[in-house]
């Protein structure tokens, strides 16, 4: 563009700008000055998508779910829902044109277990207990997919930059709500309680806190020490992770600790050279003996009196205490009523979303605790894999652990097929921020939230177009 047309375009677009500013300030409507806003994201969707994913990217941590502010707002997070709604729009639009995005992505095999499981999940919303509950669940689930995945896929598969941006854009401005965190703990003196509800209205509650920031700990880590880089931003990503470090610590989210620690457990085994199958097979008869001995193991749990502190050291030991703390034991009550509601309805579930709202009858009195609810306002099945067992039936958790297994099998592919140590490094560690959610999944579940789905969903596309380029790369070594 010649600079005379481009200095008349911002002209006259700030003119125009001004005009609408004035108009909505006048009639005391604020809400017309975003219009201009929508209109340049609006030409984002269908120029420029890298921006408007960027753009998208960079509001996830500092959104807000505008039901925190009155219960009688629907819980929609502000600005991303919107935009993700947009992008999936224009994905069904594509889609009956041809590939809405590189065809690649949709040929991997990750991508057929992600399209079995909406399929599933959309003949679950049919059959439904609450089908309007369901159908909702539904399109949410699918435009975190469609935006995190595929769209997010497909501009780093052409866009190679954008991989590293996409972790940094994630990245910073969730250093600024660890920051305001922070800021608001310390007047508490950072008690254990007080940091419940900290970092509201950006989180819901400590623990999607604690989550989010274990995901993005890893491959903040792996930015950190690649070498290559300009000095400013090194600096910027130094202070960032050592934020970070201090915001996990201070969640006083226990399940977050227990999933950083499992995931250097599974880096301990990577750099050992152990393969994945190993790893795997170790797994299942570590769960077969903790299973054939599950009465003695929980005999010896319940010796543990050690409930939740505000000292840290107490806090840890409180993490097997099932015997009188109350978060443990409501967990305990979670799960039993999904496996409850498992058995009444074992094929297809109760409908996708529908958990917190039918589990109450199925509540039994020795489980229930003070913190027990009849209410549908007590939140889900505190598990990724049992939530879709009694919503979903046999099938649900058989698609999240499928995922899992693909996943695994990507990361360890990458980590030993990789040559360039760069890359191999930064695949390490998006392939260990998902394990911190895939090991936290078993304690609770935060995939309904724009806060967990963009990284979940956003590192499993990276994951998948590192896979489609070692591919391509081996297949042109064998062929030429």
Not at 240 to 266: C, N
Not at 288 to 311: A, M, P, T, V, Y
Not at 388 to 406: C, K, R, T
């Amino acid at each position: 563009m010649k600079p005379l047309a481009s200095d008349k375009i911002a002209i006259v677009g700030g003119i125009i700008y001004s005009i609408i500013l004035s108009i909505s300030i006048y009639f005391e409507f604020i809400w017309l000055a975003l219009l201009p806003i929508a209109f340049v994201m609006l030409w984002w969707v269908f120029k420029r998508m890298d921006l408007f994913v960027g753009t998208l990217l960079i509001a996830v941590p500092l959104s807000l779910n505008i039901q925190e502010f009155s219960y009688s707002l629907p819980g929609l997070y502000l600005p991303t829902e919107p935009m993700l709604f947009s992008l999936l729009s224009l994905f069904i639009l594509r889609f009956f044109k041809g590939y809405p995005v590189d065809k690649r992505i949709f040929n991997h095999h990750i991508t057929f277990v992600i399209g079995g499981m909406m399929l599933w999940m959309a003949i679950t919303s049919v059959t439904s207990y609450d089908i309007l509950v369901s159908i909702k669940f539904l399109i949410s689930r699918s435009w975190f997919i469609v935006g995190f995945f595929f769209v997010l896929g497909h501009v780093m598969l052409h866009k190679p930059k954008f991989r590293e941006h996409m972790i940094m854009m994630l990245l910073f401005p969730l250093v600024i709500v660890i920051i305001y965190t922070l800021i608001r703990h310390a007047s508490h003196d950072f008690s254990k309680n007080a940091g419940h509800w900290m970092m509201k209205p950006f989180f819901k509650d400590h623990t999607s806190y604690g989550a989010v920031l274990a995901m993005m700990f890893p491959p903040s880590v792996a930015l950190l020490l690649k070498k290559d880089r300009p000095g400013i931003t090194r600096v910027l990503l130094g202070i960032s992770t050592f934020i970070l470090a201090v915001g996990i610590v201070f969640s006083f989210t226990r399940a977050a600790w227990v999933s950083l620690v499992g995931v250097g457990a599974i880096y301990a085994c990577m750099k050992m050279g152990i393969k994945f199958k190993q790893l795997a097979l170790i797994g299942v008869l570590v769960i077969g003996l903790f299973w054939i001995n599950k009465e003695s193991i929980l005999i010896e749990l319940q010796r543990n009196k050690q409930d939740s502190s505000d000292n840290l050291t107490e806090h840890v030991e409180s993490i097997s205490n099932v015997s009188s703390d109350d978060s443990n034991l409501e967990r305990l009550n979670r799960w039993n009523c999904a496996i409850s509601l498992f058995k009444e309805r074992p094929l297809m579930g109760w409908g996708p979303g529908t958990y917190q709202f039918v589990y109450a009858p199925f509540q039994e009195a020795r489980y229930q605790t003070i913190i027990s609810t009849n209410n549908a306002d007590g939140g889900n099945a505190h598990s990724e894999y049992l939530g879709p067992l009694a919503e979903q039936g046999i099938f649900g958790p058989v698609f999240v652990l499928l995922i899992f297994w693909y996943v695994c099998v990507l990361g360890f592919r990458l980590w030993n097929e990789i040559n360039d140590i760069e890359t191999r490094n930064l695949a390490l560690g998006i392939y260990l921020g998902l394990m911190t959610y895939f090991i936290h999944g078993v304690l609770n579940n935060y995939l309904d939230t724009d806060k967990a789905s963009a990284p979940f969903w956003g590192f499993i596309a990276f994951l998948v177009v590192l896979d489609i380029e070692l591919r391509e790369k081996t297949k042109k070594a064998i062929t030429s």
